[in-house]
């Protein structure tokens, strides 16, 4: 990772140029710099999917409206998409065949500048409750994949019991407060006890921490040996088979990645006997961060930032990241 000079980009028609303020890391940047065999980055390349900033410049063709006059400050939805197929005037612009995501396969706002469809655009939040930059930049990848999960996937319903494993990531810490927000019993897994009760403080009702204790037999007795309706795992291999024994009959487990390998040992007679299901889930469509951030500004939702380091400490912030030190998002101000 270096920090360097490159052309400031300039929006084109349909686009608009943002000053950065503040972006947030995700596992994606990680995997980016290790390389992922199925995606060739040119380089250099610039990542950064959650960010928050001001508009700067718009191209031609982009109107002067609410989120993209010059001087707005806005948040940017991470997901790109053509806008003209079926998925996308339906209003799934995340299952559009073209879809990609800011930072990933676009530059990100990693950066001073970023541009970005003009569509991408979200106003900040004005409510009682004020947040700031790095507050902001924490919300959008985090949230709207968990409420993707569990509420347009798994239909989380009042009185369920959801497991939220790595209850300190950002999905994790995400996860917690959208299943208490929908009346649901939460039992949270982190690595440590500063972690578990941190979960404890967004609400979390039961913790367990899975560096000491089985995973599978705490579920099964904090439930009366039912198990949990819902399981959101975005850990991958490691935790996978767990999930499914941890899960009750009928119960549902969301994925929306592996941070720890792709390919799970999987014993179908749990899934077909005990009739589960398993959902996959990536990101969310473009109208869910706005309806999100009026949940924020209420002060029903809040976002949870581990620390905020200048983009000149982006190799630290990796190693910290990369070290699962962090609860909540890490935020890089620019």
């Known amino acids: 990772m270096e920090i360097g000079e490159v052309p400031t980009p300039a929006p084109g028609p349909g686009q608009v140029q943002v000053r950065v303020t503040a972006a947030a890391l995700n596992h994606i940047d990680l995997w980016l710099r290790q390389g992922l065999p199925a995606l060739h980055v040119p380089l250099p390349h610039v990542s950064g999917g959650d960010v928050c900033g001001v508009v700067s410049a718009l191209g031609a063709g982009v109107r002067s409206m609410a989120g993209a006059a010059e001087g707005d400050r806005v948040l940017l939805n991470p ?4 806008g003209r197929c079926v998925a996308c005037l339906d209003g799934r612009d995340n299952f559009c065949p073209d879809y990609q995501m800011l930072g990933e ?39 709207i994949t968990a409420w993707q999960m569990l509420v347009d996937r798994a239909r989380i319903q009042q009185g369920e019991t959801v497991l939220v494993l790595a209850a300190g990531s950002g999905v994790g810490t995400a996860s917690i407060q959208i299943a208490k927000l929908y009346g649901a019993r939460v039992i949270a897994t982190a690595s440590t006890d500063e972690k ?3 979960a404890r403080a967004l609400g979390a ?21 039912r198990g949990a309706d ?24 969301v ?37 999100l951030l009026e949940l924020f500004a209420a002060g029903r939702l809040r976002s949870v930032v581990d620390r905020v380091q200048p983009l000149e400490d982006i190799g630290e912030a990796h190693r910290r990241l990369e070290s699962r030190a962090t609860f909540g998002k890490l935020v890089l101000s620019v």
């Open 79 to 82: 997901g790109i998409s053509c």
């Open 105 to 143: 396969q676009t530059w990100g706002g990693l950066a001073e500048y970023v541009v970005v469809p003009a569509a991408n655009l979200v106003p900040a939040p004005r409510g009682r409750i004020a947040l700031d930059d790095a507050q902001l930049a924490s919300i959008p990848i985090a949230f």
């Open 196 to 198: 578990l009760a941190a």
């Open 205 to 225: 009702d039961e913790t367990i921490n899975h560096a000491s204790a089985d995973i599978v037999a705490e579920v099964k007795r904090l439930t009366a040996r």
């Open 230 to 253: 819902i399981v959101v795992d975005h850990v991958g291999a490691t935790t996978f088979g767990k999930s499914v024994v941890a899960c009750a009959k009928g119960g549902r487990i």
């Open 255 to 291: 994925v929306c990645g592996a941070t720890a390998g792709y390919e799970p040992v999987l014993n179908l007679r749990h899934v077909f006997w005990r009739q589960l299901s398993i959902l996959g889930s990536t990101l969310a469509s473009k109208a869910r961060l706005p309806a």
